[in-house]
């Protein structure tokens, strides 16, 4: 059997707490400090639900 290279990407959902005025302002801010972040996993300490996968492509390469 032949065998190929994917690539899959995966969706990761954290619930985590945000400080802010409001709920709109907490789910507006929420992504900027993540990306922000140099460690957003340790920053946010949230707790995942899980991983899905969400895409698979062809991989280049070999």
């Given at each position: 059997?032949?065998?190929f290279?994917?690539?899959?990407?995966?969706?990761?959902?954290?619930?985590?707490?945000?400080?802010?005025?409001?709920?709109?302002?907490?789910?507006?801010?929420?992504?900027d400090?993540?990306?922000?972040?140099?460690?957003?996993?340790?920053?946010?300490?949230?707790?995942?639900?899980?991983?899905?996968?969400?895409?698979?492509?062809?991989?280049?390469?070999?």
């Open positions: 059997m032949a065998k290279l994917v690539t899959l990407e995966e969706t990761v959902r954290y619930t985590v707490e945000v400080e802010a005025d409001n709920q709109l302002a907490a789910e507006e801010l929420a992504p400090i993540w990306a922000a972040s140099e460690d957003p996993t340790q920053d946010f300490l949230g707790e995942g639900q899980g991983v899905e996968v969400c895409f698979s492509r062809p991989s280049a390469g070999r």
